[in-house]
């Protein structure tokens, strides 16, 4: 998770729908009793890939909690499947394992955040909620790594045939420099004196003209851009 842990509740009053993967019972139903006794809708759960793929298709949530070490398919490719057959389903990586290597697989494959398995019950419910929002949530230590990820892969060279930017707006761009310095939501309301639904609806028009999925793929973008040096 990040630093500064903000819980920013979806601006909808129906519970945010979530969908439970582990293949370790026990776990599994300790994760969704937590969720549901914090008012979250669990309308489904997995114990293997296979399975995960088939109910997240099935029962459409918006955040799946979601482990790595799966039988059948391994969860970085659930979470690919997953998120290519609904690019508005967000996926919060609950693992075991705090290897770098298994974080960016995840976050290559779709992930919105990531979790280590150490994490308490209320880390869990603010980061369940902010996903489903839109924020990008890691173990703190784990959001520096995915940032210095993606400005490695920003000094790559761009391909030869990449398409002209879109034109965004100035509050867009605004929004955009602040979503890449990995402010939430709620913390660019703050700084640009802007209602939290607003932000949200700056997001997702920039989502829309860039032809983005998520708040991840918005990050690397704004890296690209160069949009994360200056205040």
């Known amino acids: 998770m990040t630093d500064q842990p903000m819980t920013d509740q979806p601006t909808t009053d129906r519970p945010v729908r979530v969908m439970v993967v582990d293949d370790h019972p026990m776990w599994r139903d300790a994760v969704s009793r937590d969720l549901a006794e914090a008012g979250l809708d669990v309308v489904a759960t997995a114990g293997d890939g296979e399975e995960a793929v088939r109910r997240a298709r099935a029962c459409t949530p918006q955040v799946v909690v979601l482990d790595l070490n ?3 398919l391994p969860g970085a490719e659930v979470c690919r499947q997953v998120v ?3 690019p508005a389903v967000r ?6 394992s705090g290897e770098h290597q298994d974080v960016l697989e995840a976050v290559k494959s779709g992930a919105t955040g990531y979790l280590v398995k ?19 949530v890691f ?5 520096g790594l995915v940032l210095g990820e ?27 420099r ?54």
Not at 186 to 206: F, G, P
Request: overall charge neutral; aromatic content about 2%; glycine content about 6%.
């Open 70 to 72: 799966l039988p059948g």
């Open 84 to 86: 290519a057959h609904d």
């Open 118 to 136: 150490s994490a308490g019950r209320e880390e869990l419910l603010d980061a369940v909620r902010r996903t489903a929002v839109g924020d990008a």
């Open 150 to 176: 993606f400005r490695r892969l920003a000094a790559e060279p761009a391909p030869a045939s990449a398409p002209a930017a879109p034109q965004l707006t100035n509050r867009e761009t605004e929004v955009l």
């Open 178 to 231: 602040l979503v890449a310095k990995g402010l939430s939501y709620r913390q660019i309301a703050d700084r640009l004196v802007l209602s939290h639904r607003t932000v949200q609806n700056h997001v997702q028009n920039t989502l829309g003209k860039l032809q983005l999925h998520n708040r991840v793929e918005l990050v690397r973008y704004a890296i690209e851009q160069g949009l994360d040096d200056g205040a």
């Open 139 to 143: 173990t703190p230590g784990l959001a």
């Open 91 to 96: 996926v919060l990586v609950l693992s075991a």
